[in-house]
């Protein structure tokens, strides 16, 4: 026997007695951006990370080839309606570090036999990414202290601005590409002691740092 490999308790196989397998197997994944609109502008694009992986594949279940078709089909709906997550296997390694979700199962009946009994059948198999959780660590875990309450600007605070989104990043500098200080969270407020123009506008904070001037994001309101 040769064992190709294997998911959700289905286990890919090749031997003079049966043959279980897949093809046209297809990989495809994306990573995530967000765009800043900016007026007479084309578009600031900000990278927020990679996004989830997609498989798709084709299995060939047949009585003829020793595969008990009812019996695949049965694991493969158990594993698509309970949201279970697996590692997939090919030769005696997982493809990724992450597990896999069977989010699509389309059965094609091709062959019944006596007492309508399936005898072969086309599956095909969509698996999205289901990464581990993530898990900080214990210097990550720790909550950021507030930045410095220092006033950068000579002239004082020339208004204020109210967080109107759930979470907003707090930069070190104006510039998409600049660090994240922190996540602020909707309803807090801040003094705003500038503006500056660069890839976008950008309120600047206490403590040098600064925040998207975007009215999506929040509401400037003036002392």
Avoid at 133 to 149: F, H, I, R, V, W
Wanted: no cysteine.
């Amino acid at each position: 026997m040769a064992k190709i490999g294997s998911f959700a308790g289905v286990i890919f196989e090749v031997s003079s007695q049966k043959v279980l397998t897949f093809d046209e197997f297809e990989r495809e994944g994306e990573s995530r951006w967000h765009e800043h609109e900016i007026v007479g502008r084309k578009p600031a694009p900000e990278f927020l990370g990679p996004g989830l992986e997609r498989i798709k594949f084709v299995v060939k279940v047949s009585s003829f080839l020793g595969v008990n078709p009812a019996d695949v089909i049965r694991k493969l709906r158990a594993a698509r309606d309970s949201g279970v997550y697996s590692k997939f296997i090919i030769g005696s390694s997982p493809i990724s570090t992450s597990s896999w979700v069977l989010t699509e199962l389309r059965e094609i009946h091709k062959t019944r036999g006596a007492n309508g009994l399936l005898v072969s059948a086309d599956l095909e198999l969509t698996l999205v990414e289901y990464p581990e959780p993530y898990k900080p660590t214990s210097a990550a875990s720790k909550p950021k202290p507030p930045p410095p309450k220092t006033n950068t600007s000579k002239k004082g605070p020339i208004g204020k601005v109210i967080v109107k989104v759930g979470m907003l990043n707090l930069r070190s500098g104006p510039s998409l590409k600049a660090k994240i200080v922190r996540v602020l969270r909707k309803g807090q407020a801040y003094k705003v002691y500038g503006t500056v123009k660069t890839d976008i506008t950008w309120y600047k904070l206490g403590g040098g740092t600064y925040v998207s001037a975007n009215p999506k994001y929040v509401r400037f309101e003036k002392m």
